[in-house]
């Protein structure tokens, strides 16, 4: 049965890699990286994420992203399976939301078998040398051949991965997740806002509805929460490991459970229609999650990651770089705080496989023809913020301002035009405004210290209008290290900046104004 099964999935795979791949995608990666205490990267393992981003027939897309783990085995053959299963005549425009799911649905639970299916046979002869490798014959030549022969199997029965697959069908988009991977659908409105809505949570040891599955199979809840992982992963769900799926009764935090507690049943949402939508949708690993919770904390992750994205497309001009210029930029940041000896270094010693998935709806790329100061575009972003002295919360706009006027347009606000002295548009480059609303009376501020971590020659510019603080200043070629002030105005602007304009006591003006 199981060389039947690999047979077919060999067969599957030769089907699978005819699919067009879709041309509104793009991917970034980067691998693991563990810092040394000088600050230097070595990759401790290789690559184990996978995805696919293909076009089916009668307008269907499938894309997905997989955190595989001990191994890459399982999300390879994740990859391939899933899309055997779900690309090669199972989907079609006259299907209902019910009948999408249920697919969806049978697609992982046919991935969980197969995979199975194929490591059967290993599974059987590990169990069979584990039984004859008696303690008296360990340390006897054929014991030692035993005992590398069981190592062997175990590298190749081991590993899993965790799953989320976006499938858009008819116009509405379907998402399957399976452990701790994210979905992000990013709407731009008409007046250039960006709207961010998380598709589904993690199923990690601290979602209360997995949680109480778990407790209902008769697990402590509790205790699985204060033990944040399960054999080793933060995942309550994953394909594969058949050590959580198998001998879930041999490991302490599962054994009192009544039947399989780890699954690889996939929590479905959807449709959402995308009609009309102008945005565009993201898959992240969760190596990219975890790297940037680790350097800014977990609270704007989503609208940071969304803030890249935005600036990376109105830069380049393919979706490829786009992807790969915002896993690069979070790789710096995590690195850039790990070196800073920061608060938050401590957490930033490492970092697993990065993968994050693009698709755009409707959303223009960057025009190729057009220098940046020429295109005379804008991309704001809306960022709830909190600061440190306060638990109330304001909304901060953040934009990348390509102009073709020294005046900038943020919306219906108009920032003042740049002081005398401070870089025109005239040198390529780019202009950056800041945006936030405050409640102190103040007609005008002037001549604002530079932030610590900027650049002398940035000259900024700050105004109040309409009850906002505006902020603004020029990345351009003749600035020093362009990249580097690029990377920390979209990536980990806000709160630095604010928590730079509250330590600046020459300034009491800008911090008053400090919402």
Not at 148 to 155: P, Y
Not at 188 to 196: A, I, K, P, T, Y
Not at 328 to 343: A, F
Not at 420 to 448: A, D, K, V
Request: hydrophobic residues 35%; contains cysteine.
């Amino acid at each position: 049965m199981a060389a039947q099964r690999r047979t077919m999935m060999q067969s599957h795979q030769s089907w699978t890699d005819d699919l067009p791949l879709c041309q509104m995608c793009g991917v970034g990666r980067a691998p693991n990286c563990v810092y040394g205490p000088d600050g230097k990267g070595t990759q401790s393992h290789l690559m184990e994420d996978g995805h696919l981003m293909l076009r089916g027939e009668d307008g269907c897309f499938l894309y997905g992203v997989f955190n595989g783990y001990d191994g890459s085995r399982v999300a390879s053959f994740a990859t391939q399976c899933l899309t055997a299963e779900l690309l090669l005549g199972q989907l079609n425009s006259s299907h209902t939301d019910n009948d999408v799911r249920r697919i969806l649905t049978q697609a992982f639970d046919v991935v969980e078998k197969s995979y199975f299916d194929t490591i059967d046979d290993a599974l059987a002869e590990k169990a069979h040398l584990s039984n004859y490798l008696l303690p008296h014959n360990e340390l006897s030549s054929q014991g030692q051949k035993v005992q590398e022969r069981l190592k062997e199997l175990e590298q190749e029965v081991s590993g899993g991965t965790t799953a989320v697959v976006a499938l858009i069908l008819n116009n509405k988009l379907y998402v399957a997740n399976v452990g701790t991977n994210r979905v992000l659908l990013c709407k731009s409105s008409s007046d250039g806002q960006n709207q961010v809505l998380q598709i589904g949570r993690p199923h990690s040891t601290d979602n209360e509805d997995e949680l109480q599955r778990l407790a209902a199979l008769g697990l402590d809840s509790a205790r699985v929460r204060q033990a944040g992982q399960i054999a080793g992963q933060s995942s309550t769900r994953r394909l594969g490991d058949y050590r959580v799926k198998f001998n879930y009764n041999e490991i302490d935090l599962l054994s009192s459970a009544k039947s399989m507690p780890v699954i690889a049943e996939p929590e479905i949402h959807g449709s959402h229609s995308l009609d009309g939508v102008t945005g565009f949708l993201l898959l992240m690993s969760e190596g990219l999650i975890n790297a940037l919770e680790s350097a800014h904390g977990p609270e704007q992750v989503n609208q940071e990651i969304v803030a890249m994205v935005a600036a990376e497309l109105a830069q380049q001009t393919s979706l490829e770089a786009v992807a790969q210029s915002v896993v690069e930029r979070v790789k710096r940041l995590h690195h850039d705080v790990y070196v800073s000896g920061r608060q938050r270094a401590a957490y930033c010693s490492r970092h697993e496989d990065m993968t994050l998935l693009i698709r755009t709806l409707n959303y223009p790329l960057a025009d190729a023809v057009l220098t940046p100061t020429q295109g005379g575009r804008i991309y704001p972003v809306s960022v709830p913020y909190s600061n440190s002295q306060s638990t109330s919360k304001t909304s901060v706009t953040l934009s990348l301002v390509m102009p073709s006027q020294s005046t900038l347009t943020n919306g219906t606000n108009t920032a003042s035009t740049l002081e005398e002295g401070t870089p025109t548009p005239g040198s390529s480059g780019f202009l950056f405004l800041i945006s936030f609303p405050f409640t102190q009376s103040s007609s005008r501020i002037t001549n604002p210290a530079p932030l610590p971590f900027m650049s002398s020659t940035l000259l900024p510019s700050v105004s109040l209008s309409d009850s906002h603080l505006y902020f603004v200043f020029l990345v351009g070629s003749g600035c020093l290290y362009p990249s580097c002030v690029l990377h920390s105005v979209l990536a980990s602007f806000l709160p630095t900046a604010l928590e730079c304009f509250t330590q600046l006591p020459a300034s009491p003006l800008l911090t008053s104004c400090i919402p």
